[in-house]
T-cell receptor, first 112, second 115 residues
Framework: EAGVTQFPSHSVIEKGQTVTLRCDPI?????LYWYRRVMGKEIKFLLH????????ESGMPNNRFLAERTGGTYSTLKVQPAELEDSGVYFC??????????FGPGTRLTVT | AQSVSQHNHHVILSEAASLELGCNYS??????LFWYVQYPGQHLQLLLK??????LVKGIKGFEAEFIKSKFSFNLRKPSVQWSDTAEYFC?????????????FGAGTRLAVHP
């Protein structure tokens, strides 16, 4: 069974530009989560999809962040326009049940 | 708000030493508890989990954790560490609520094991 995949693995962009991160969950996993780790701090929850519906987006920092999950399969997280404080590692996780989440390798975003 | 506290940010041990990493959480209701590990260059992996039942949980690679409800703790232990245990360890808590269970993570503990 293939794991959670994320693309790209690294992204370096300038302040003000737009970046789109992609996450492909494990096949059959209805639950998809986005998390972020900024500058060695704790990993923080961003939002949760069940299939294509946003169930909890309480962790989204502001309206520069837009997440979608078209058709309940892969998900994208767009940052527009990017700011310096958006730098960090963005993790995606998926789960079949309500309990155990499987994480992807993360996307390291650097905003200069 | 829920929070998770990991007592040590950096731990340095020699091989064969015993390990205990502390984790405390703030939520008073029913929780699910996890330890994740991130080896250098790899993604987060589940080390062990507690949902209910026996509070002493055994995970992969010889790790175990004990849930002490009265202390709101879920400490990770290993009797004898190896160089390959060098990694960052994260304690996480989720509260099962209507099917939605975002994870609340601690800040992580970086473990370095020297040969």
């Amino acid at each position: 069974e293939a794991g959670v995949t994320q693309f790209p693995s690294h992204s370096v962009i300038e302040k003000g530009q737009t970046v789109t991160l992609r996450c492909d969950p494990i096949s059959g996993h209805d639950n998809l989560y986005w998390y972020r780790r900024v500058m060695g701090k704790e990993i923080k929850f961003l939002l949760h999809f069940v299939k294509e519906s946003k169930q909890d987006e309480s962790g989204m920092p502001n309206n520069r962040f837009l997440a979608e999950r078209t058709g309940g399969t892969y998900s994208t997280l767009k940052v527009q326009p990017a700011e310096l404080e958006d730098s960090g590692v963005y993790f995606c996780a998926s789960s079949r049940t309500d309990r155990e989440q499987y994480f992807g390798p993360g996307t390291r975003l650097t905003v200069t | 708000a829920q929070s998770v506290s990991q007592h040590n940010h950096h731990v340095i041990l020699s091989e064969a030493a015993s390990l205990e990493l502390g984790c405390n959480y703030s939520y008073g209701g029913t929780v699910n508890l996890f330890w994740y590990v991130q080896y250098p260059g790899q993604h987060l992996q589940l080390l062990l989990k507690y949902f209910s039942g026996d509070p002493l949980v055994k995970g992969i690679k010889g790790f175990e954790a004990e849930f002490i409800k009265s202390k709101f703790s879920f400490n990770l232990r290993k009797p004898s560490v190896q160089w390959s245990d060098t990694a960052e360890y994260f304690c996480a808590v989720s509260r099962f609520s209507g099917g939605y269970n975002k994870l609340i993570f601690g800040a992580g503990t970086r473990l370095a094991v020297h040969p």
